[in-house]
């Protein structure tokens, strides 16, 4: 069946360091990839999205692009910053009724 | 901007009552979801409707059960709670038309304590 694996956390960075958080996957079909975040005591919100391979999500300085090759959506930002310390969610759209399916998370913690 | 609410952030209980979470979407989205999110496991996915009075087991169903009686409100229901239910229950939503019909919008949670 179809999942989702992310590289285990916590990760802790300095402020202006590069992130990379891993993400892959295992699906039939042609999902669409997906990461959320979460901030300490908020729900999920959606940072960005790809729907076929090659494409790019981006939002607020973070982007990752669609591997089919790797079957890979890696997530990075070139300079974090403290603002950016939450819990970071990998998905993929299942098959039906819009249902997703979550990695496990990564929490991120940035130090001044 | 598409608004999910539940009714509490944060509950305490008693091992055995009787409970109702509590959530609206007011998108007008024919898709609902529950999911509790525990550490280290992610969010797994409890039950999902997708239409008024339908809904279906998602992967840990076990102990709860769900109500849709409206479109817009979507209600788990632990008949009978027990410690090993503790943990943050989130709601989300998705519609079948526009362009972001795969993107589930989530509530704030919440945060469920069994004593």
């Known amino acids: 069946g179809n999942s989702v694996t992310q590289m285990e956390g916590p990760v802790t960075l300095s402020e202006e360091a590069f992130l990379t958080i891993n993400c892959t996957y295992t699906a039939t079909g042609y999902p669409s990839l997906f990461w959320y975040v979460q901030y300490p005591g908020e729900g999920l919100q959606l940072l960005l999205k790809?729907?076929?391979?090659?494409d790019k999500g981006s939002n607020k300085g973070f982007e990752a692009t669609y591997r089919k090759e790797t079957t890979s959506f890696h997530l990075e930002k070139g300079s974090v910053q403290v603002s950016d310390s939450a819990v970071y969610f990998c998905?993929?759209?299942?098959?039906?009724?819009?249902?997703?399916?979550f990695g496990q998370g990564t929490t991120l913690q940035v130090k001044p | 901007d598409v608004k999910v609410t539940q009714s509490s952030r944060y509950l305490v209980k008693r091992t055995g009552e009787k409970v109702f979470l509590e959530c609206v979407q007011d998108?007008?989205?024919?898709?609902m979801f529950w999911y509790r999110q525990d550490p280290g496991l992610g969010l797994r996915l409890i039950y999902f409707s997708y239409d008024v009075k339908m809904k279906e087991k998602g992967d840990i169903p076990e102990g709860y059960s769900v109500s849709r009686e409206k479109k817009e409100r979507f209600s788990l229901i632990l008949e009978s709670a027990s410690t090993n239910q503790t943990s943050m229950y989130l709601c989300?939503?998705?519609?079948?038309?526009?362009?972001?019909?795969?993107?589930?919008?989530f509530g704030p949670g919440t945060r469920l304590t069994v004593l």
């Open positions: 998905a993929l759209s299942g098959q039906d009724t819009g249902k997703l399916i």
């Open positions: 989300a939503s998705n519609g079948l038309a526009g362009e972001n019909t795969d993107t589930q919008y």
């Open positions: 998108m007008d989205h024919e898709n």
């Open positions: 790809a729907t076929k391979a090659d």
